[in-house]
T-cell receptor, first 111, second 113 residues
């Protein structure tokens, strides 16, 4: 069972456009993480945002966290073809706070 | 640093065969874990370890064994492969705890016939 659920499941945009994907979760968290997976590769960590943070930036990435709505968003500005990948949110869950991943958003950026 | 390495990259097994998926990390991380990734299911935790000699079950442990004799290595054993174990397997590690940033290996693609 997933703790985080990404939306949309798939997103197709043109280079230069912004891409926004969302993650909703069910229980209280101490942090939320976003990962990227290129086709056939392992996951790469993008950003970790803690529960007391509302917004975090890393290069062209902007992550927001709304703990009252139990949701987060990942914004990629000025998308490039190289941003084509699947993006996953992950949240700690359970007594030992193991990371639970959502099913991901598949992003396609066309030249 | 090589980071997290996994071998083999791809394996075909027949039903009932056993095999070991290897995972190693050179970052002196205490926490290591195994996930499987299936289409539409995201990543599901199989087993994890908080340090040498300590392992525990994750969400989907049936049919898999693990051991952690050293900090660096965390092999995953399939005891008697079944077609339902066809999947992509990822090993991950973090400095000390599961809620920190995880570093993933490149994955092992397993096909069970």
């Amino acid at each position: 069972s997933q703790q985080g659920e990404e939306d949309p499941q798939a997103l197709s945009i043109q280079e230069g456009e912004n891409a926004t994907m969302n993650c909703s979760y069910k229980t209280s968290i101490n942090n939320l993480q976003w990962y990227r997976q290129n086709s056939g590769r392992g996951l790469v960590h993008l950003i970790l945002i803690r529960s007391n943070e509302r917004e975090k930036h890393s290069g062209r990435l902007r992550v927001t966290l709304d703990t009252s709505k139990k949701s987060s968003s990942l914004l990629i500005t000025a998308s490039r073809a190289a941003d084509t990948a699947s993006y996953f949110c992950a949240t700690p869950r359970g007594s030992f706070q193991k990371l639970v991943f959502g099913t991901g958003t598949r992003l396609l950026v066309s030249p | 640093n090589a980071g997290v390495t996994q071998t083999p990259k791809f394996q075909v097994l027949k039903t009932g065969q056993s095999m070991t998926l290897q995972c190693a990390q050179d970052m002196n991380h205490e926490y290591m874990s195994w996930y499987r990734q299936d289409p539409g299911m995201g990543l599901r935790l199989i087993h994890y370890s908080v340090g040498a000699g300590i392992t525990d079950q994750g969400e989907v442990p049936n049919g898999y064994n693990v051991s952690r004799s050293t900090t660096e290595d965390f092999p995953l054993r399939l005891l008697s492969a079944a077609p339902s174990q066809t999947s992509v397997y990822f090993c991950a590690s973090s400095y000390s705890s599961p809620w920190e940033t995880q570093y993933f290996g490149p994955g092992t693609r397993l096909l069970v016939l």
